[in-house]
């Protein structure tokens, strides 16, 4: 009889990337995986790192765990993830039960850890950081596309330094895939069924920068535009100030790009942007902002926001509230500041007052509020373009699939339109997707 895995995933798109190859990895060790922990023989958690409050989470789930340890002491626990980076071999020191640790670019060595538990009894980390050639050799592809929409790795790590931060420290320097690889992998995805990817990477445009000769990343979402069979091309997170005119003319020209542009600023005050070491000022982002609308004047836009910055004051916020209200954001991630151990802002004295701070961030909820009812509500009564990436999970008939602008829209159809691109009369607007019907 095969051996049971549960695995649970924390954090950002990376994560959930790093995670399919887990599955993979774990699969070819015979593991089945299910959907509970209750029956598992091996259970993983890949950990999130970039609040604090994320990372006390890990802490709480494996206590969680502890009494199904209690009860079959043959059960494996195992951390990975941007915690397991961060914290290393301590954590088993830490957490006399957990049985393996292995970090962000350690996810190959895995298999070996797991047996090692599994025969031996022996626990183990693997926690490195591994130099850019060994990186480039295990980067995170897939070879089937059972889906009609993928994310595509196409760089790793994060050489910013945000002064906050703690990406750059848990999941090391940028490498950028050469552009062959990823092109035929693309292609590969496409053949399979794939309409539409996502090319992935914590900072995305500053693909291939620091490589020697190769494709800039706009003339790479060129040649992604020559891939027969897909239909969209999305890429996420950017960095404004790598967001080059190249790249925006890309939103004219490359009619397969979709319409929407998840585009972080975190403030709208140049003098906390400076201390984030964000690389641009209030106005330089607005400016680009301006250029893409030129380029695309349906685009909508995205964003992160961090409220409660060390040295943040009332003027400083108003001037994040002022840019909000400019650029009129379709959507927005707003965190409370969270200081990140290691990281530069974390020697900065946190001057804000809490109870400020949990006003301004209602203030800016409550206007970007109002931005995204007003945005998309406007789309109820008209039909707009849905690739359909299958049947809901409800069952019921109701089927899925994103227009343009990467909004959730179910509606009722056959199943057979699974994969095809329909026009979809929205009906309603909730907070995060929409109704509509087959137009
Ligand atoms: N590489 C991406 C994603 C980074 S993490 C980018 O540059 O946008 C996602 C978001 O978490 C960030 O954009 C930021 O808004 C938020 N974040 C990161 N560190 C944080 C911290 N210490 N406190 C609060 N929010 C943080
Ligand atoms: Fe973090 Fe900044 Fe890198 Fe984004 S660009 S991952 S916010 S350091
Ligand atoms: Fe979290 Fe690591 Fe992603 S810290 S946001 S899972 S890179």
Known sequence: MSRLFYLETFGCQMNVVDSERIVDLLQELGYCQVETPETADLILLNTCSVRAKAERKVYGHLGRFKPLKDARPDLILGVGGCV???????????????DLVFGTHNI?????????????????????????????????????????????TVMQGCDNFCSYCIVPHVRGREVSRPSGEILT???????????????????????????????SFAALLGEVQKVDG??????????????????????????????????????????????????????????KVGRLREACPDIRLTTDIIVGFPGEGED?????????????????????YSARPGTAAAELPDTVDAEDKQHRFERLVELQTANNEATWAADVGSAYEVLVEGESRQGDGQLFGRTTWNRIVNFSGPASLVGRT??????RNFRNSQLGELA
């Open 316 to 336: 400083e916020f108003r001037q994040t509230l002022d840019l909000v209200g400019e650029v009129g954001y379709a959507d927005a991630f707003t965190f409370l």
């Open 185 to 215: 992998e693309i292609r590969s995805l496409a053949e399979q069924g794939v309409r539409e990817v996502t090319l992935l990477g914590q900072n995305v445009n500053s693909y291939g920068l620091k490589e020697d000769g190769e494709r």
């Open 108 to 152: 190959h060595a895995l298999p070996e850890l797991v047996l090692n538990a599994e025969q031996k009894r022996q626990r183990g980390a693997a926690t490195e950081l591994l130099d850019r050639e060994t990186r480039l050799r295990l980067f995170p592809q897939r070879s089937s596309g059972e889906s009609v929409t993928r994310f595509v």
């Open 230 to 287: 897909i239909e969209r091309i999305r890429f996420t997170t950017s960095h404004p100030k790598d967001l080059s005119n190249e790249l925006i003319d890309c939103f004219s020209h490359l009619d397969k790009l979709c319409h929407h542009l998840h585009l972080p600023v975190q403030c709208g005050s140049d003098r906390i942007l400076e201390a984030m070491n964000r690389g641009y000022t209030a106005k330089e982002y607005l400016a």
């Open 84 to 98: 397991a980076q961060q914290e290393g071999e301590k954590m088993l020191a830490q957490v006399p039960y957990l």
């Open 422 to 427: 329909v026009a979809v009369k929205i009906t």
